[in-house]
């Protein structure tokens, strides 16, 4: 997806420290000593690049956060970057490492003049050993590309998601991207083996390791994984890739309610057993939005008739004719049974119906983001809440007046039911304060009260940043900052992301 010029900005924020010193003519001279001149991009001299050039950087993808960065710099070896943390960590230069900037918390954009590490440049792959599966990239690597490349030698990438086109391995590692895989393969907390990373003094931490099992210590790369970037810069990653399965089906199934979803769920997990890939969940509206926008083929008006909302089910197997049969069984039954858990199920009988299926889940974010702005909560809660969550922020929002065209058009949820991951979406006309503050801290109070999580796999970013405590406890959080002022204790990483710094950049609260 292009990004846009900006419109808005409900942006920069005050909580980055102030003590970091701006990035001068006098660091952009420096590092053209060893940076090639198509690897920086500055609005300072001495070859000031147009402001237009910087604007897909300080932009998230969703248009929410701009941040006022002077300077991108595209490394394109890992010494590179070692040299320019080297260099930021003398000066006090606050860096923020950025991949297919796709995060969808504020993470990867700057929140104020820091200098942006874009890991675009560093997108080779270094090895791939066709028995194990291990892959060994370059952190810059799309993670489509990564896809395209094992597939020749069937194995798959173990985690998948909407933006593959664009987000880069590295920066899945940074968030812990979880995905649409993660029921099958996990997380990537259990698929990376090993991590190279550049500390912000400018050593490089050489963790790529490619052994499944490596008893020695402290785990450090597990540091990392999820860091969002503010312990050090991922620039290799060595991850473990699946075989492909020899046969993949899809169906999506219509609910009468959402209240058969749980039972549907476990009738699906009982007959589909080893061949479940992926339990994913829309409502009916998040549904008539992905259609609206033009993602994936509408089903047909008797097929969503009466239906409340949907259910992806995705098989992956080793035999096609035993997994057809399975799902078929699986269909028989439900439609069959006394009391139907479903309305209708629409199988894919060809691998572009596999794809618009798929497109009717994956699309509803770009859907979202075209219908309007986006407020996007991404909270791990008991299976059984996820309808009352959704309700309940709606009438919580009508209670306040809030609910109508000018300010909140939808409130929606769809996301990952196998992972207990609710994705609740608020979409608003434009983005204004009196929505957030309606917003913050209730759903976060409403998801601490259910002992969920406030970011299931997004990160925390700048969005989340002073609701950590909802979720961690206040001894896990001085441990979390004991962690970041061991590796960085000058703050020069992603600066007030996600712990508050104070202005000597260190953790404070
Ligand atoms: P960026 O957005 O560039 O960066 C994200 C964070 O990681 C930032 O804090 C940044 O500083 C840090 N970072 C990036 N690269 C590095 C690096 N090399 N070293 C250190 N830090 C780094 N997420 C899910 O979990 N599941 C989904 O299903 C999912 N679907 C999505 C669908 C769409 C359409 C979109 C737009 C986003 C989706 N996301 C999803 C959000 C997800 O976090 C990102 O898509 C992806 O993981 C981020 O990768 P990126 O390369 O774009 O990182
Ligand atoms: C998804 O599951 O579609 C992604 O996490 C993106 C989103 O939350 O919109
Ligand atoms: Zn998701």
Not at 133 to 157: E, F, K, R, W
Not at 204 to 213: F, G, N
Not at 480 to 505: L, T, W
Request: some cysteine.
């Amino acid at each position: 997806r292009s990004i846009c010029a900006p419109a808005l900005r409900r942006a920069a924020f005050s909580t980055a420290p102030s003590s970091l010193s701006p990035v001068t003519e006098h660091d952009i001279a420096h590092f053209a000593n060893f940076l090639q001149p198509s690897s920086i991009i500055s609005t300072l001299s001495p070859r000031p690049s147009p402001p237009d050039e910087l604007e897909p950087y300080n932009n998230d993808w969703m248009g929410k956060y701009l941040g006022r960065s002077t300077t991108v710099l595209k490394p394109k070896t890992t010494h590179e970057v070692s040299e320019i943390l080297k260099w930021c960590n003398q000066r006090r230069i606050g860096v923020v490492p950025q991949g297919g900037n796709t995060g969808l918390v504020g993470g990867s954009v700057p929140l104020n003049n820091e200098i942006i590490l874009s890991l675009s440049n560093l997108n080779k792959v270094r090895s791939f050993d066709p028995v194990s599966g291990i892959l060994v990239a370059d952190a810059g690597c799309i993670l489509q590309s990564l896809t395209d490349y094992v597939a020749p030698h069937n194995h798959i990438m173990p985690v998948d998601l909407g933006a593959k086109g664009s987000c880069q391995i590295g920066g899945n590692v940074a968030t812990n991207a979880g995905g649409l895989r993660l029921l099958r393969y996990g997380s990537l907390h259990g698929t990376v083996l090993g991590l190279e990373v550049v500390l912000p003094d400018g050593t490089i931490l050489d963790q790529l390791t490619t052994l499944r099992k490596d008893n020695t210590g402290y785990d450090l790369k597990q540091l990392f994984i999820g860091a969002e970037g503010t312990l050090g810069v991922i620039t290799g990653v060595s991850i473990l890739t699946p075989p492909a399965p020899q046969a993949s089906n899809n169906v999506i199934l219509a609910l009468p309610s959402f209240d058969n979803v749980l039972p549907l769920y476990q009738t699906v997990k009982r007959q589909l057993s080893e061949i479940l890939s992926a339990f994913e969940f829309i409502d009916r509206t998040a549904y008539d939005l992905a259609v609206k926008h033009g993602q994936g083929r509408a089903l047909s008006d008797e097929d969503v008739e009466g239906a409340a909302c949907f259910v992806l089910v995705e098989t992956s197997g080793g035999r096609r004719e035993h997994d057809e049969e399975k799902l078929n069984d699986l269909l028989e039954s439900l439609l069959t049974a006394e009391k139907p858990l479903i309305n209708t199920g629409v199988l894919s009988q060809s691998p572009a119906q596999f794809s618009s299926l798929w497109a009717l889940r994956e699309g509803v974010t770009e859907a979202v983001s075209k219908e309007g702005k986006p407020y996007k909560y991404d909270i791990s809660v008991p299976l059984s809440t996820f309808q009352s969550v959704v309700d309940d922020t709606r009438e919580h929002l009508r209670s306040k007046g809030l609910l109508h065209d000018k300010a909140v058009k939808y409130v929606i949820g769809y996301g990952h039911v196998g992972d207990g991951n609710l994705h609740l979406n608020v979409i608003a006309d434009q983005y204004l304060p009196e929505i957030e503050s309606a917003l913050e801290p209730y759903i976060y109070e409403v998801v601490a009260s259910l002992r969920g999580s406030i970011s299931a796999e997004h990160g925390i970013g700048a969005m989340k940043t002073h609701a950590l405590q909802y979720s961690k406890s206040p001894v896990a959080i001085e441990l979390m900052k004991k962690i970041k002022h061991v590796f960085d204790p000058n703050g020069i990483m992603n600066p007030g992301k996600p712990i508050f710094q104070d202005s000597n950049g260190l953790a404070v609260k």
